[in-house]
């Protein structure tokens, strides 16, 4: 049994999940995996990313189809969809925007409340940090940083590619998970 699935046992969210209570137990499972290293050693993206789901209790589909592809992370409230994560490990600058660009394609007109969640293998975190803080406006889809939910949790406005007018929330949520993501 996972040391996640007995620490988010009960239920997290509210009866309608708000997207900020979304990012939240998303942060807070991730931190989770941060303080149980070994736990997580030598895992990859579908290992790591099948215990985010935890704590939304049956509201979250991981692997569900939605629009060009599966995303792992779908969550629906009342037969809407609410929220669209995409998970990945860090292999540098140009993964990243592939990832976004694949997360953007997988949202409809009705989709705008999203996350990537990056687990870095990386030993030093930081240079990834600034990587990500430096190089996001410079993907061609980016409309505006909204602001910073703590030193690994950045907030952005991103558009659709087909329609300019139409914003998504786009938060970029990075976890350190140096024996991971080989």
């Known amino acids: 049994m996972s040391l996640l699935f007995c ?9 309608s999940p708000t997207y900020q209570d979304i990012l939240q137990t998303i942060y807070n499972i991730g ?5 149980h290293p070994r736990t997580y050693a030598e895992k990859g993206e579908e290992d790591l990313r099948d215990d985010l789901p935890l704590g939304f209790k049956g ?20 037969n809407e969809n ?8 860090w292999h540098g600058k140009e993964d990243y925007f592939e990832a976004i660009k694949q997360l953007l394609g997988y949202l409809t007109w009705r989709d705008s409340q999203t996350a990537l969640i990056v687990f870095v293998g990386n030993k030093n975190f930081s240079p990834v940090l ?3 803080e430096r190089e996001t406006p410079n993907h061609p ?42």
Request: charge should be positive; glycine fraction near 4%; charged fraction near 30%.
């Open 7 to 15: 620490y988010f046992a009960k239920p997290v969210l509210r009866k």
């Open 31 to 35: 931190k989770e995996i941060e303080r």
């Open 59 to 78: 509201e979250a589909l991981a692997e569900a189809i939605n629009k060009k592809g599966k995303t792992d992370i779908l969550i629906r409230s009342e």
């Open 82 to 89: 609410v929220f669209i994560g995409e998970c990945k490990c």
């Open 130 to 132: 600034r990587i990500i």
């Open 141 to 182: 889809n980016y409309s505006g940083f909204v602001n910073k939910g703590n030193k690994s949790w950045f907030n952005y406005i991103f558009q659709m590619e087909r329609d300019p007018n139409l914003k998504i929330e786009l938060a970029v949520l990075l976890f350190h998970t140096p024996d991971s993501c080989k």
